[in-house]
């Protein structure tokens, strides 16, 4: 028994070490490029919902989304709003950033926030040359119940695993990561054209 609490101690440590390095790694990241395929399985649905796209970040909470794939749609944020622009809809929704805030999103993506500070640390699991950790949110978010980070020897995210509390499933595969780029100056800016509609969110 001594034996055995001794080996499980030991493998702990090992894998709250993967875990601290993680984190460590994630602190030295400024902004961050994604081309990312993201697969999302409804608990209602038997076939998983396909969507393909790219995806920009800064530590200071700008962001953007390209979605190429089913709908040409971009979501943008300066930080302080987000813009929805619907190309085929020819609709746009401008909504506040404070609406829409989690301390999961800035830790997993914008990684503005430690991993530690937002998630416990759960454990760890083998697949093939990748190892999966598993963590889940310290506080509750009903967007997130736990979440299962795969990261390659060199501790680069490969997939990102996101069970929500109904049970959905979002995985969001990384296809290409640059890291510490420097943004274009309009990269964080929408051009709304003039035939698309805007409304604010809550406004019928």
């Known amino acids: 028994m001594r034996v055995f609490l001794f080996l499980l101690i030991l493998v702990c440590g090992v894998w709250a070490s993967v875990f601290e390095k993680l984190e ?7 902004s961050v490029k994604v081309v990312f395929i993201q697969k999302t399985r409804y608990s209602w649905y038997p076939k998983p919902e396909l969507s ?13 989304i390209e979605y190429t794939y089913p709908d040409e749609v971009v979501i ?8 929805i622009l619907n190309k085929v809809d020819r609709e746009a929704i401008i909504d506040s950033v404070k609406n829409n805030t989690s301390p999961v999103i800035e830790s997993l993506f914008f ?12 454990g760890e699991m083998e697949k093939g040359d990748l190892k999966v950790l ?12 736990e979440v299962f980070l795969e990261v390659d020897p060199d501790l680069e995210v490969r997939r990102v695993r996101v069970i929500d509390s109904e049970g959905t499933e979002t995985t969001i595969e990384f296809m290409d990561v640059k890291k510490n780029f420097t943004p274009s100056e309009g990269l964080f800016r ?8 805007v409304r604010r969110a809550g406004e019928l």
């Open 190 to 197: 929408i051009n709304i054209p003039p035939d698309v509609k």
């Open 24 to 30: 460590e790694k994630l602190s030295e990241v400024k």
């Open 52 to 64: 393909k796209g790219i995806f920009y970040a800064t530590r200071e909470g700008k962001f953007r």
């Open 76 to 83: 943008v944020s300066n930080g302080k709003e987000i813009i």
């Open 111 to 122: 990684f503005s926030r430690p991993l530690g500070e937002v998630f416990t640390f759960i």
């Open 134 to 145: 598993i963590l889940k949110p310290k506080s509750k978010d009903e967007n997130v119940k």
